[in-house]
């Protein structure tokens, strides 16, 4: 993660952790980097060791399928054109995908059902 997103990595969130209270205090760290760096989500698949009363109101705790709606929500197209991407590459290292290939791949095995349908009737304009 480093290498490909050098901004990503937050410092400075020690004197943060423990005041949140979470249920599992191994979390405390995640939401301390949130607020230091104003983000807008914490993406988790673990929502119960995020309570919504515990959490400052300007984070919202999602999913990864609530993400991904969201953020293909905000620009189908450029969702589509990440799929595209995404089969102009694929066929390196594995099976040649289309793009309907991979939307299938993204519904079946992630269950990203409303991401996929806003990109396919994207595709139909």
Same mark, same amino acid.
């Given at each position: 993660?480093?290498?490909m997103? #050098? ?15 979470? #249920? ?8 301390a ?17 995020? #309570? ?23 620009? #189908? ?13 694929? =066929?390196?290292? =594995?099976?040649?995908?289309?793009? =309907? ?22 595709m139909?304009?």
């Amino acid at each position: 993660m480093r290498l490909m997103f #050098p901004d990503a990595e937050t410092q400075g969130w020690e004197p943060l952790e423990g005041t949140f209270d979470l #249920p599992d205090i191994d979390d405390e760290h995640v939401v301390a980097a949130a607020v230091l760096a104003k983000a807008g989500a914490i993406v988790t698949e673990n929502a119960k060791d995020f #309570p919504s009363d515990r959490i400052p109101p300007q984070i919202k705790i999602l999913s990864a399928r609530e993400f991904c709606r969201d953020t293909v929500e905000m620009n #189908p197209q450029l969702a589509l054109r990440a799929v595209r991407e995404m089969a102009a590459r694929s =066929g390196r290292s =594995g099976p040649r995908l289309d793009e =309907g290939s991979i939307l299938d791949i993204l519904e079946q095995r992630y269950s990203l059902h409303e991401a996929t349908a806003m990109i396919r009737e994207s595709m139909n304009l």
